[in-house]
């Protein structure tokens, strides 16, 4: 395309002498040694801008150069003409006196050539800025996704390792079962991919893993009480997602009240979205639902945030002696 | 030796029963399952020896000792507690981490029949405690016994504290509560954006304020929502200013 611009525009400029009564030849040799010289100078503007872009307060710069390559060129040109087609006096006087619109026209052709250089060259930069960043904020979201997926209550697996170790003396069967249990939790944990979800029913088996070690921990003081609509089973949600829920409202509900605690967790079908509710026992008289909040939940909303964008997904709420969190999960994956 | 196992875990207790089997001379007369049942069971058994879990149901482990006028040996027993851990390294009294092995324990329990170490240790507690309840978890609360009952009092709930000799008097909306700290205890862990110590008797929460008057020369006094009137000296004045952004 760039040459054939240029054929149209030396063809133009060979007319445009032959109208001033020159001969074919004059008007041809003329018009391609003018053209040919700028084509070469819109490369060399091209390609040094290619390399070097002028920093903003730099403009100048193109000013410069456009004027210093317009001059270059019509020396080059006076000399090139003047030398081989001088036996024409009419022509050395017609060159003399274009030599100021020739000036004009390579400085103009020159210059916008250079400003589209500039353009271009400056979109493509931010362009390549633009992936850059986006690729950078995707690292550190899955850095921060598998961190947050990661963090295991350390007050869990120190207990349930002292479970274990006293399981060994008495109830050696019952102490290997919890090691495999436990094993396998640690197992999901480990799970890297965040993209990959998975079914509601996959979720609850792994929940039920924590579950079955939290119980033999607490012993009698704590049960379950799972109740699913079969329609939300088929749904998908993130991994691990369920867990610190869970986690939270045991911890809130065995730590808050002496006595044996039901966590219930119900799930169903609202507007097309999963929704599921995790309910547990507390004391209204000692509590304060804010520290239901902990730090478990902060990480699940964070999560919830990174994954959807949004911040209502989660939801807690407290009802005379019953705190329930209710996590929305839209089905867009 | 009498020994009481307070852990909310039951396996937890069960390990310590276990090892104990190689030691006769320590009897477990009770298990507790949390504070509160450790508070009576104490009270009831006089024991020489506690294993102490720290994390248990409604209060831990640190605020169940708090309760209690003259602490026994203590072991604790935890399995993770920043904290707590720093409480003991700084005050030498045997910890336990879960899971624990069988001669950790039986160090553990050595140092403690040593007899002049079981007396150390019972010294050392109230030094372990004061630096354990500065954990940020001790200042949303405070644990008072009242009538051989426990009551956990929310900060918020707090009107305003009053010095009283040995104690310091816990005005709340349901009465007053006397606790055996010193104010510079509580002005040290306390929220200093919501109490304010305004005299050296005195220690108010500021959302209880509903006006300030002078009060003789150069003094003032805080009148709060219960309409109680608590004295804010010269050096008080300026620190509740400040606070309160005047």
């Not at chain 1, 060399?44 to 456009?66: A, C, E, G």
């Not at chain 1, 916008?112 to 992936?131: D, G």
């Amino acid at each position: 395309m760039f040459t054939a611009w240029w054929l149209v525009w030396a063809t133009l400029q060979a007319i445009l002498i032959n109208n001033f009564g020159f001969d074919l030849k004059i008007s041809v040799v003329d018009s391609l040694v003018t053209n040919i010289q700028l084509m070469g100078g819109c490369w060399l503007v091209n390609n040094l801008l290619k390399f070097y872009l002028p920093q903003k307060d730099k403009y100048w710069y193109i000013l410069i150069m456009s004027a210093g390559l317009s001059g270059a060129i019509l020396l080059n040109t006076k000399w090139i003409l003047t030398t081989f087609l001088s036996d024409q006096a009419a022509y050395a006087s017609f060159i003399s006196n274009s030599l100021p619109v020739r000036f004009g026209i390579s400085f103009l052709l020159i210059g916008c050539m250079t400003i589209l250089c500039v353009l271009w060259y400056t979109v493509e930069e931010e362009k390549e800025n633009q992936q850059r960043k986006a690729d950078v904020e995707r690292l550190t979201r899955e850095a921060e996704l598998f961190k947050l997926r990661q963090q295991l209550q350390p007050h869990f697996l120190f207990n349930s390792l002292n479970s274990i170790s006293a399981l060994v003396g008495s109830q050696p069967e019952e102490a290997r079962k919890m090691i495999h249990q436990l094993s396998d939790f640690l197992r999901g944990n480990l799970k890297k991919e965040e993209q990959k979800w998975v079914a509601v029913s996959e979720e609850l088996q792994y929940l039920q893993l924590y579950l079955e070690i939290e119980k033999v921990r607490f012993g009698h003081r704590l049960s379950t009480n799972i109740d699913m609509e079969p329609d939300s089973m088929a749904m998908k949600m993130p991994p691990m997602l369920l867990q610190p829920i869970v986690e939270n409202a045991i911890k809130f509900g065995l730590y808050d009240t002496t006595e044996s605690i039901t966590i219930s967790i119900t799930g169903k079908v609202q507007d097309s979205s999963l929704e599921i509710l995790v309910q547990n026992p507390f004391d209204p008289e000692t509590s304060y639902p804010k520290q239901g909040t902990g730090f478990g939940l902060n990480s699940v909303k964070r999560r919830l945030y990174l994954l959807f964008g949004r911040n209502d997904l989660l939801d807690t709420s407290a009802t005379e002696n019953i705190f329930t969190t209710t996590v929305k999960i839209p089905q867009t994956a | 030796m009498k020994a009481i196992i307070i852990d909310d875990e039951p396996l937890a207790r069960v390990i310590i029963k276990e090892y104990l089997q190689s030691f006769p001379k320590v009897e477990v007369v009770q298990e507790c399952n949390d504070g509160f049942e450790g508070v009576k069971a104490i009270q009831q058994q006089q024991p020489d020896l506690i294993f102490l879990d720290i994390q248990m149901p409604k209060i831990n482990g640190f605020e169940m000792l708090e309760l209690i006028e003259e602490p026994p040996a203590v072991i604790f027993t935890t399995a993770f507690d920043e904290y707590a851990i720093r409480a003991f390294e700084s005050h030498a009294i045997d910890y336990l981490l879960k899971p624990f092995s069988k001669e950790r324990f039986d160090k553990a329990i050595g140092k403690l029949l040593d007899q002049r170490n079981a007396s150390y240790a019972r010294e050392t507690t109230p030094f372990l405690l004061e630096t354990a309840s500065q954990s940020p978890m001790q200042q949303q609360r405070v644990v008072v016994k009242i009538a051989g009952k426990i009551r956990i009092i929310p900060v918020e709930e707090i009107h305003f504290l009053e010095a009283a000799d040995d104690y310091v008097k816990i005005h709340t909306k349901e009465g007053s509560y006397l606790k055996n700290k010193t104010m510079s205890h509580f002005e040290q862990t306390m929220d200093p954006q919501f109490f304010v110590r305004t005299h050296r008797s005195y220690m108010l929460n500021i959302q209880q304020i509903t006006r300030i008057d002078p009060y003789e020369k150069e003094n003032h006094i805080a009148i709060l929502k219960s309409g109680s009137r608590v004295p804010v000296s010269k050096a008080g004045y300026v620190k509740l200013r400040s606070v309160l952004g005047l």
